[in-house]
């Protein structure tokens, strides 16, 4: 498909499991971004890609979240020893470029519904 | 101070009024500037990107003031169809990731 491809859609997992998300971003972007939003909250940044470029990694909230991505295919974050806290919907997006050069807007996937029980 | 503040409503409006939507940013070292909008427990869509002189896109016009570091949304003779939160987006300061407000939620009646 033309748009960001995120999978799986939905996914529970027992406390203290690992779990990985995937982001297959739209073909030819560059940047790709991963972003978490907890139920009735904003978009949270986590982490972002661009190119070969090292990763603005600012935005994960512990070392138990990791994120890969290689050239500008797909990416995967990982989180390890899911807590209940980490329940929420994960978004990736991707872009052409930088959004600081030239005000070219993100694309979102349609993101991953993980609970932890 | 937050980085991108918007006042979460909800703006309740009959069909056909027309609704402002503001944001205050706090990085002045800011270039690129968007709104998007958000359905229920969709993802949310890019809407349109914000310009230094101001742009329109039918009945939307987006307004950039850098001076008051302040963004704008004016939407034009309300329709149902625009019932949604309404998130102000800011690049953060290494021009890299999007820093999205947490939304300005409008409801739309007949």
């Known amino acids: 498909g033309a748009g960001v491809s995120q999978s799986p859609s939905n996914k529970v997992t027992e406390k203290g499991k690992d779990v990985e998300l995937r982001c297959d971003p739209i073909s030819g972007h560059t940047a790709l971004y991963w972003y978490r939003q907890r139920l009735g909250q904003g978009l949270e940044f986590l982490i972002y890609f661009q190119g070969n470029s090292a990763p603005d990694k600012s935005g994960l909230p512990s070392d138990r979240f990791s994120a890969e991505r290689t050239g500008e295919s797909v990416s995967t974050l990982t989180i390890q020893r899911t807590q209940q806290e980490d329940s929420a919907v994960y978004l990736c997006?991707?872009?052409?470029?930088?959004?600081?050069?030239?005000?070219?807007?993100?694309?979102f996937g349609q993101g991953t519904r993980l609970t932890v029980v | 101070r937050k980085e991108v503040e918007q006042d979460p409503g909800p703006f309740n409006v009959p069909e056909g009024a027309t609704v402002a939507f503001n944001c205050t940013y706090s990085?002045?070292?800011?270039?690129?500037f968007f709104w998007y909008r958000q359905d229920c427990r969709k993802e949310p869509k890019l809407l349109m990107s914000v310009y230094s002189s101001g742009n329109e896109d039918g009945r939307f016009t987006a307004q950039l003031n850098r001076a008051s570091q302040y963004i704008s949304l004016l939407i034009r003779d309300s329709k149902l169809s625009d019932s949604a939160t309404y998130l102000c987006?800011?690049?953060?300061?290494?021009?890299?990731?999007?820093?999205f407000g947490k939304g300005t939620t409008l409801s739309v009646s007949s």
């Open positions: 987006v800011v690049a953060n300061q290494a021009g890299t990731a999007l820093i």
């Open positions: 990085n002045s070292a800011s270039q690129s």
């Open positions: 997006a991707s872009s052409r470029i930088t959004p600081g050069q030239g005000g070219v807007g993100a694309f």
